[in-house]
């Protein structure tokens, strides 16, 4: 059910496997109404516009696919960031920021020349950072400009506690919060079956759930990323369905909750720093951060968390 009615627009920049990912979910879920892929590699992003509009005719959708430049910007209500430079096997995320911040530059600039005055969406990591770099150099509202965050990470967990419980996922209810890598963490006082707190049925089950269990999974959910990247290179299909996920909450309105990555300003006692939390996500991007009671070595590990993105972005020279 659409309530926004008129033309969604999404300016799509970096064509590559998360990129594509990402339009051909758009595609299948016929989430918007035009696409404009945006590569440094004009061919690139031809051919792939190409191949798309060749499957429109399966899709039920009737998206117009094109590829084109940053002046298609001015009338679009997203612009989606995915280029940049792939991560490496064994290197962390941060070790990416340099490389990746000389990217940003050359591609935010032309996107507000254009007179966009859309939602920017993130993609490209270290996300939290990346996101903070897209808000200082479009000088945006930092409502407007939301990264994936850890939306991807907080699905997994769900996933894999619906699984351990032997529940449907959406009745799941987790979180996993701060920098979308290896200083992420899950509020396990905050994890709910239903209404239900997670830690307190492991204290009812005798034995048959655990609450060391929860911290295995906690681990599966940070190091599934490495693990898909040792196994095939690269993730792709599961960023691309959260982005999905969130391109449809702000074309729907939805109020949605989606741990995104978003400037905290004020909220769990921090400031002026990008990181995945809870937020409500709408038309107009994030609408609000819902703040979570976190327990003292909760807070602590959020704290430490914004640290390490404080010092990654303070280490950069924009």
Not at 29 to 55: P, S
Not at 206 to 227: L, N, P, W, Y
Not at 236 to 256: C, K
């Amino acid at each position: 059910m659409e309530m926004i009615t008129g033309n969604r627009k999404v300016v799509l920049i970096g064509t590559g496997m998360v990129g594509m990912s990402y339009a051909y979910a758009l595609l299948n879920q016929n989430a918007c109404d035009e696409l404009v892929l945006v590569d440094i590699d004009q061919k690139r992003a031809e051919g792939e516009a190409m191949d798309l509009n060749h499957g429109l005719a399966f899709s039920g959708s009737n998206m117009k696919i094109y590829a084109g430049g940053y002046t298609d910007c001015r009338d679009a209500d997203l612009v989606v960031i995915c280029a940049g430079v792939a991560q490496k096997p064994g290197e962390s995320r941060l070790d990416l920021l340099q490389r990746n911040a000389e990217v940003f530059r050359s591609i935010v600039s032309p996107v507000t020349e254009s007179g966009f005055n859309g939602i920017f969406l993130v993609a490209t990591n270290p996300v939290d950072i990346m996101t903070r770099i897209t808000c200082t150099l479009s000088g945006f509202n930092p409502r407007r400009v939301l990264g994936t965050g850890t939306a991807l990470d907080t699905a997994r967990l769900r996933y894999l506690l619906g699984e351990y419980f032997s529940v449907d996922p959406r009745n799941m209810h987790a979180y996993v919060i701060g920098e979308h890598g290896d200083s992420e963490f899950v509020p396990w006082s905050q994890a709910m079956l239903a209404t239900k707190p997670v830690l307190q049925i492991c204290e009812e089950s005798g034995g048959r759930f655990c609450a060391g269990d929860m911290e295995d999974i906690s681990e599966q959910v940070r190091s599934a990323a490495q693990k898909i990247i040792e196994a095939k290179r690269a993730t792709y299909y599961g960023i691309g369905m959260a982005m999905v996920r969130i391109t449809r909450a702000v074309f729907g309105d939805e109020n949605s909750v989606l741990t995104v990555s978003a400037m905290v300003r004020g909220e769990y006692g921090q400031n002026d720093v990008f990181a995945g939390v809870p937020c409500i996500v709408n038309r107009n991007g994030v609408r609000r951060i819902l703040t979570l009671s976190l327990t003292e070595e909760e807070m602590e590990k959020f704290n430490r968390s914004c640290d390490t993105l404080r010092k990654g972005y303070d280490a950069l020279s924009l």
